[in-house]
């Protein structure tokens, strides 16, 4: 059974590592993490999964899972309960390497989709990704201070942080497909996962719709499939890079998540009317 939402943070902070590896290992709380620098690999129920900078990271309670920083990264993260539970006190984040959590049920979280029915992916996107990100780094500096009235403060973000990642996946009357604000966080998804490959199947399991309602309701928001949509964006953002920086062709393609330079030239001129490099050429800054 779940108690109310009532978020307890258990341990917070901004880990700076070199080459770190986490033994398998199953957590009774909730851990959120940010990648501020580097990558991190993150292994959950034997699915594998590849973090770059500015993105999240949710590990559930029960969830076996690996965590590796293959070189430097800074990770800040925060270790909570969500639910309310009479023992919180008592509890503990579990080490490296403990698998068998057998015995400890009086601290053991309930997992958000048991819970309340809300489905949250290992790497999930906050509806408004700067302001999540600013909050997490603003309840773990609080949190780590330790003070009467902080106390306070770090449980009102973290509930904050909370009702943030819920509002990001829910589908309810707030979130309703007939609401225009519906599918506003699909554009900040998209420019944050230019360079992956983004598939409509991708998009639509994040909105929890079949790939072709999905694409209807997106035409619909903003009058345009998917795919188009994307592919624009992709282009404007190598515009970008052409404009204001002295990357190579090959560079920026891959930024843009373009399979290679060939597709990505192509691309460029039937969309923009000119080839990469002559707009690179026509586009200079001033000096």
């Avoid at 917070?12 to 990558?39: C, H, I, K, N």
């Avoid at 991190?40 to 034997?46: K, P, Q, S, T």
């Avoid at 707030?174 to 609401?179: I, M, P, T, Y």
């Avoid at 998009?203 to 998917?226: C, E, I, T, Y």
Wanted: proline share 7%; glycine share 6%; net charge positive.
């Amino acid at each position: 059974m779940r108690g109310p939402i009532v978020p307890y943070v258990r341990d917070a902070s901004f880990p700076v590592r070199t080459a770190w590896f986490t033994a398998p290992r199953r957590l009774l709380d909730y851990l959120l993490m940010y990648v501020q620098e580097g990558e991190m690999i993150a292994r959950v129920e034997g699915r594998r999964h590849r973090f770059r900078a500015g993105d999240f990271c949710l590990i559930q309670p029960g969830e076996l899972h690996t965590l590796e920083g293959p070189a430097h990264t800074i990770t800040p993260y925060v270790h909570l309960d969500v639910f309310y539970n009479p023992a919180r006190e008592r509890s503990f984040v579990v080490g490296s390497g403990r698998v068998d959590i057998s015995g400890l049920e009086e601290f053991m979280q309930p997992r958000l989709d048991q819970a309340v029915g809300v489905v949250i992916p290992t790497r999930f996107v906050p509806l408004s990704p700067a302001q999540f990100r600013d909050t997490m780094l603003k309840t773990i500096g609080i949190w780590q201070r330790r003070d009467f009235l902080g106390q306070l403060e770090f449980h009102y973000l973290a509930t904050s942080l909370v009702l943030s990642v819920l509002q990001s996946y829910s589908r309810g009357s707030s979130d309703s497909l007939d609401q225009p604000e519906f599918l506003n966080w699909i554009t900040s998804f998209m420019s944050l996962h230019l360079s992956e490959p983004l598939s409509v199947s991708d998009m639509a399991a994040r909105a929890g719709l079949s790939a072709s309602r999905f694409s209807q309701v997106f035409r619909n928001r903003f009058g345009r499939p998917p795919h188009q949509f994307l592919l624009h964006l992709r282009i404007q953002r190598a515009q970008d890079l052409l404009h204001h920086t002295s990357l190579t062709m090959r560079e920026i393609s891959d930024q843009c998540g373009f399979s290679d330079v060939h597709h990505f030239a192509k691309t460029f001129k039937r969309l923009s009317g000119q080839t990469p490099g002559s707009y690179r050429c026509t586009n200079q800054p001033p000096r």
